[in-house]
C-alpha cells in the first residue's frame, strides 16, 4: 500500500507519477505509479510546447515522468495525460512528495513490525488522520523527529504514538532553516544592564524553533534562529524582537530590530 488512492482513480488537474511504458509516433502509453499501475496515455500534441519533430528525443521508455491528468474515462478505462502542462517547480515538487510518501510507508511498515500489525491496520488507525492532519504522512513523522511530543499536544494518543515518535527519531534527520535578525537596545538608566537584559530574556526556544542572541557592540545584538521553515523562523523573530523592544521602552530605554544589516 503505497498511497490510498493507489487502486481509485485520479482526479482530473492532478498531477501523477508515471512509468513510460511504450512510445509510438502518435503519443506515448505510460502507467500510473500511484493508481495501481492503471494505463494513461499522452497525444503527442501534449508531450512539448515546441513543434516535436522526433517523439524519442522528448520522452523515452522505461522514464519516470510528471504527467497532468487531463481527463479520465472511467467506464472505458480512459486516462488522457499531459507532459508539456507540467512546469519544473511543480515537476520537482511532485516527485520529493513521492519520495517522501514513499519513505513514510516504509517508517509505517516499520512501525506497525513493532506494534505486531499489518501495514494496512496501521494506516486505518492512525495513518490517514496524520496525513490529513498535517498534509502527509512523511510530515507527521518530520514533526515527530523535531518535536517528540506533538502527537500528545495535538490530541492524539494511543499505544502506538511512542512507536511512531522512536521510528521517525531513529530514521529522520530534522531539517532546519536558519535566519538572523538585529536588535539595537539601549538605557541610560543607573540599572541599565538589568534592563538590557530583562529586555533580551524575551528571546527564547520554542516547540519549533531554538534561538541563540550574540552581542555584537553596544548597542548591537544578533539574533540567529532554526525552525523548520522559514515562514515560522520569521514569526518568531517578529514576535519575541518585539517584546523585546516592548520591555526596554517600559523601562525607559529604547530599541528597534530589523532583519538585516
Not at 515527530?144 to 527519531?169: C, I, K, M, R, Y
Not at 524575551?202 to 544578533?222: G, H, L, M, Q, W
Request: proline letters at 2%; glycine letters at 8%.
Amino acid at each position: 500500500m503505497s498511497s490510498a488512492d493507489e487502486y481509485g482513480w485520479p482526479s482530473e488537474g492532478e498531477l501523477v507519477i508515471c512509468n513510460v511504458k511504450t512510445v509510438k509516433d502518435f503519443g506515448s502509453f505510460l502507467t500510473l505509479e500511484e493508481y495501481g499501475g492503471k494505463e494513461g496515455f499522452v497525444h503527442i500534441s501534449e508531450i512539448s510546447s515546441g513543434w516535436v519533430k522526433r517523439i524519442e528525443d522528448h520522452i523515452q521508455e522505461g522514464e519516470k515522468r510528471v504527467c497532468k491528468v487531463l481527463r479520465v474515462d472511467k467506464s472505458k478505462g480512459h486516462i488522457d495525460l499531459s507532459l508539456k502542462q507540467v512546469n519544473e517547480h511543480q515537476k520537482r515538487e511532485k516527485l520529493q512528495a513521492w519520495k517522501n510518501q514513499k519513505k513514510a510507508d516504509k517508517l509505517l511498515d516499520i512501525v506497525a513490525d513493532r506494534l505486531g500489525k499489518d501495514l494496512e491496520e496501521c494506516y486505518e488507525d492512525f495513518g490517514f488522520e496524520l496525513s490529513d492532519t498535517y498534509g502527509s504522512l512523511y510530515k507527521a513523522f518530520e514533526e515527530a523527529s523535531f518535536n517528540p511530543e506533538f502527537l500528545e499536544e495535538d490530541g492524539f494518543e494511543g499505544e502506538w504514538t511512542d512507536h511512531f515518535v522512536e521510528v521517525a527519531q531513529e530514521n529522520i534527520s530534522p531539517s532546519y532553516v536558519s535566519i538572523q535578525g538585529f536588535v539595537e537596545i539601549s538605557s541610560t538608566n543607573p540599572d541599565g544592564i538589568e534592563d538590557i537584559n530583562y529586555s533580551l530574556s524575551a528571546f527564547e526556544d520554542t516547540e519549533k524553533s531554538k534561538v541563540e542572541v550574540n552581542y555584537i557592540a553596544a548597542p548591537k545584538y544578533r539574533v540567529e534562529i532554526q525552525s523548520q521553515d522559514y515562514k515560522i523562523a520569521e514569526e518568531v523573530f517578529e514576535e519575541q524582537a518585539q517584546q523585546a523592544i516592548d520591555r526596554i521602552k517600559e523601562r525607559g530605554g529604547d530599541g528597534k530590530y530589523y532583519r538585516e544589516e
